[in-house]
Nanobody
Framework: QVQLVESGGGLVQAGGSLRLSCAAS????????MGWFRQAPGREREFVAA????????YYADSMKGRFTISRDNAKNTVVLTMNSLKPEDTAVYYC????????????????????WGQGTQVTVSS
């Protein structure tokens, strides 16, 4: 079992940047592919980005490509989402998630493929 704690959310103006971090504890971090999801009020939780266990395979939702970067440090048990050129429509609660997998280069985009979730961090982008 792994515990996930997100940090780094906040209020930023459109065009600005934020760096979200997710700290993992309780299990072998490198056993998990990691993902970021977000959920805006009244909307379903949606995929943002994911990274494989090894960190060599990042994957992004189309609307995030070129703006967001996901990375991980297995020695520090952290995964980071760097968000640039933020837009008001990026406003949401952002969640970190862990997918326990035997595959070292696999990433998943579906909510139900992830086994553990953090509590979320609010990101608000003002226009």
């Amino acid at each position: 079992q792994v515990q996930l704690v997100e940090s780094g959310g906040g209020l930023v103006q459109a065009g600005g940047s934020l760096r979200l971090s997710c700290a993992a504890s309780g299990s072998t971090f490198s056993s998990y592919a990691m993902g970021w999801f977000r959920q805006a009020p009244g909307r379903e939780r949606e995929f943002v980005a994911a990274i494989s266990r090894s960190g060599v395979v990042p994957y992004y939702a189309d609307s995030m490509k070129g703006r967001f970067t996901i990375s991980r440090d297995n020695a520090k048990n952290t995964v980071v989402l760097t968000m640039n050129s933020l837009k008001p429509e990026d406003t949401a609660v952002y969640y970190c998630a862990a997918d326990r997998t035997m595959l070292t280069i696999s990433v998943q985009t579906a909510v139900n493929e992830y086994d553990y979730w953090g509590q979320g961090t609010q990101v608000t982008v003002s226009s």
